[in-house]
């Protein structure tokens, strides 16, 4: 009998140490990349809710206030950035599209978990949807509710995250969102709450599905698979959002013109309309060569043809896209084509 144990031991220290890890079914490795947000915030006391600072409690700092999170999966933590997602910008976009894509292709990171401010979460997790070709899962989340705060929600999203990330259902489904137990696909994710902790939601469509008891349970597919992946080079074109409204005589179409602008997502009324002013200066403009996407103000439905004298200035109708989102494809867009018809068909598929 020793001797049989003693020929076990030896012939399980000879066993590579990685036919060994996979003998003892591993947990899936998980890497949280922080890049600030509220989630990371601070206030003054635990009541503090609205005006503490955004971006300043580091990764290792929010993984220890979970240690539980290690019985779901071997999360490591590294720092992008610290900031308040307001100030998000192109370089601080590229750096994070470039390490996503990294650690994406290594064999010892099985998902990913993107901590980020909620205010700009949408247009982040859109951006890598178009800019990151990979099984692996990436999840982004944050929290309504700094880490100070009593109630803070925070720690619960990040361990849902985790969950979400760790989660084999939820391989190919492309960049998620996960906020309060929901959990949303990036292109149909949208914040439309200023404070309250249930913020998003996916207007039309609603969750792809939520975290229950046993982990992540997926109702259904996203709606859109299909993307081309954009490679990111900086600087990406310059493209202004300009809101509708009563009274909009189109007299900032001049100046996104004069500052520049390749591209003009108009967030018009309804159904993408645009009153007749400025419809004729967004006419000139396009006419000069600025690709012109009609968007609505409306969180709800998609932008449909409608006008024929939209389809004979150019304008491309954003689809279900909000104008945020149109936005960031847009940009991608411009930096890879000029091509108007091109482009058209992107914003179809
Ligand atoms: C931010 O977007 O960084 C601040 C707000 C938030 O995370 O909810």
Not at 75 to 100: A, F, P, Y
């Amino acid at each position: 009998m020793e001797k049989l144990f003693l020929l076990a031991a030896v012939m399980l220290a000879m066993t590579p140490a990685y036919i060994r890890t996979v003998a003892a079914a591993p947990h899936p490795r998980v890497t949280v990349l922080a890049t600030g947000g509220t989630i990371a915030g601070r206030g003054a006391s635990p009541s503090d809710v609205t005006a503490y600072r955004a971006g300043v409690i580091g990764v290792d700092e929010m993984l220890a206030v979970v240690p539980e999170i290690q019985g779901v999966a071997d999360v490591t933590g590294e720092q992008l950035c610290n900031i308040d997602s307001k100030d998000m910008n192109d370089e601080l976009w590229q750096r994070l599209v470039v390490r996503v894509n990294e650690l994406l292709t290594r064999d010892d990171v099985d998902g990913l978990v993107i901590t980020h401010g909620t205010d700009t979460m949408e247009e982040t997790a859109f951006l890598l949807s178009l800019t990151v070709d990979s099984k692996k899962t990436v999840v982004l989340t944050g929290a309504m509710l700094p880490a100070t705060a009593q109630d803070a929600d925070g720690p619960r999203n990040l361990v849902d995250a985790v969950r979400v990330a760790a989660a084999p259902e939820a391989a190919g489904k492309g960049v998620l969102v996960v906020m309060n137990g929901e959990i949303y696909a990036a292109k149909e994710a949208a914040k439309l709450h200023t404070t309250g902790v249930a913020a998003f939601t996916s207007p039309d469509a609603g969750p792809l599905g939520h975290i229950g008891a046993g982990g992540a349970v997926f109702d259904r597919e996203p709606r859109c698979h299909k993307h081309p992946t954009f490679t990111f080079e900086t600087p990406l074109p310059r493209v202004d959002i300009l809101y509708g409204h009563e009274g909009d005589d189109g007299v900032l179409v001049e100046a996104a013109f004069r500052a520049g602008a390749r591209g003009i997502v108009y967030a018009g009324l309804g159904n993408g309309s645009i009153p007749v002013e400025t419809e004729k200066r967004l006419a000139k403009a396009a006419a000069a060569g600025v690709i012109v996407v009609r968007a609505s103000r409306i969180n709800g439905g998609a932008v449909v043809p409608a006008d024929p004298s939209y389809t004979a200035a150019g304008f491309i109708d954003s689809g279900a896209l909000n104008p945020q989102k149109a936005r960031v494809l847009l940009r991608l867009a411009l930096a890879n084509t000029g091509d108007r018809g091109e482009i058209q068909k992107m914003f179809q598929e």
